[in-house]
């Protein structure tokens, strides 16, 4: 049986799983967690939908975490927001997104322009710290604007 929250936008803030978020932490040292919930962030300083995180400066932050919602409109706007806001202030900004390799806002904003590590198999995503039995309806990539390979 399918979980049909999976493959419908109507969910937008999947938790990232602690494993992979404790991984990056440990590397990047963030210090805002730029697309939370009150429910699922990751750090104590955050940004929710109600904050409007895409409004919000984040150049006073040296490591940011973001695993914006799924939806294409707002997956263009963090990455585009994450890839203009890293090269004004030279911060590591780090996205969790979908691998969707095709789409204009990779070819515009990330192949060449950031460090891509592509996650092997699919997530289970979390919700309060609970693993989902169901895996995620895409692959996933780790993003970093700032990391070793690309100022």
Known sequence: MKNKALFTSD???WETPQEL???LNSKYHFDLDAAASHGN???PKYVTAEDDALSQEWGEYSSIFCN???ETKSQNAFIKK???THQEFGNTIVLLIPA???TMRWHKYIFGKAEINFLEGRLHFETNGVRHKINAPFDSAVVVYGGSDHA
């Open 11 to 13: 969910k937008q803030d």
């Open 82 to 84: 994450a890839y203009d």
């Open 68 to 70: 914006p919602p799924y």
């Open 100 to 102: 969707r390799t095709g």
């Open 21 to 23: 978020f404790d991984q």
């Open 41 to 43: 962030a990751k750090l």
